[in-house]
């Protein structure tokens, strides 16, 4: 029943109806109240009436993360009824949108206004706030993770008030790009865009050693450059990616790299079966099914093959069970507190397991390879971090603990998960 005498939407209800799961189903939570604000008073009002008794809030953006970050016991808020374009800037290059449009809304009106995300990753279909602020990204060597692109945002604090945030304060606008809704909960965000742009984009399979030697080459020659190494045959199939036998400069079917290569272009558009011109928006995504347990780490750029090398051996000598493809993407360093790129170039490596079997033997042997050479993981992907790991390995972690603690002292933006690494 309705508890709000304003009407704002926070419901409670029975056992039966207040289950929540993300997307791929290994994150789940028993929720007290769930809220859906269509409007910025609205979710003031419910952030304000639910911290009054005590509860904490999250946000459950699309539920795209693999991580228990967006879980909670107390009031789960969507946005997904706060979507839209509010303004957009021509002479900046800059849009502000609500915080619930997903990724695909955003940008199928940027290609109607002439203009371009910068860079963005294989998924669409993310709530912008949850998928930036977790560390989302795309690959390129010379190109941030989606956050960099944050030029401002909202913040609604537990009492209901609310903080612009834009280059005016620097510290808050560099601690909440990447800030997994610990500082406040997002309801508006502002994002620095470009003119629009077409991709060439070019898929074929390589032996893994001849992506290995070409490796400097490939990340430098193109705007964007990634791959996906697959063990066996049956591996592509985990990704759903395409099978590029017919075009491939390699006639072995197994241990071979499924390259992508995406470069700005003036040709007309036209589409091939493993080779295409379109809009930038419309070569990003790769259609995927939630049939995967991931986890990924941004490794230092300079050693980023040999971590490559290390987890490829444990795949093939110790763990042949594990068939989900590697995926290989480069993102340049950027200045967000929390970023896993926090001032240093990086290649994310990410590994998966097949939901329904064991496979934290394995994660946790590629975790302890990969945290060996420096690597920071993806907010949103599975990980193992403790407290004391997160002060180890970000900078500016004493900063964003300080800064959380001024804004939410009594830690309602927390959750199970977030508090050992944040309070």
Known sequence: MSTSS????????????????????NQSCIRAARGAPASEDELCNMIREATGKGLNVR??????????????????LTLANMKGVRHVDHAKRRVTAAAGTTINELVSVLKAEGLSMVNQGDIDSQALAGALTTGTHGTGL?????????????????????????????????????????LGVISEITLQVTDSFNLHERIWREDFESVMERHDELAQKHRHFSFFWCPTERSRHCYCLPDTAATSKTGRTTDVCEVKVMDITDRPIFESEFEKVAYSSDVYPIEYIANFHE??????????????RAVRKIMLE????????IEYRFTAGDGAWMS???????VTISVSGEPGTDYWDYLRAVDAILRSYGARPHWGKMHFLTGDD?????????????LRRQLDPEGFYLNEHLTPLFK
């Open 6 to 25: 304003n009407n704002m939407h926070i419901n409670e209800f029975g056992l039966e109806h207040a289950h929540w799961r993300n997307w791929v189903g």
């Open 295 to 308: 986890l990924e780490y941004a490794v230092p750029i300079k050693h980023a093959k040999e971590a490559l």
């Open 59 to 76: 946000v459950a953006g699309s539920g795209h993360s693999f991580t228990p970050v967006a879980l909670t016991n107390g009031l789960h």
């Open 142 to 182: 010379t190109l941030g993770n989606l956050a960099s692109s944050i030029v401002g945002m909202k913040l609604i604090q537990p009492n209901g008030e609310t903080i612009a945030v834009d280059e005016s304060t620097p510290d808050l606008l560099l601690a909440g790009r990447v800030s997994l809704g610990v």
């Open 340 to 346: 896993p790129f926090f001032e240093q170039d990086s």
């Open 318 to 325: 110790d763990f042949p069970e594990a068939i989900y493809p």
């Open 390 to 402: 997160v002060t180890a390995i970000y900078p500016r972690a004493h900063d964003f603990r300080s």
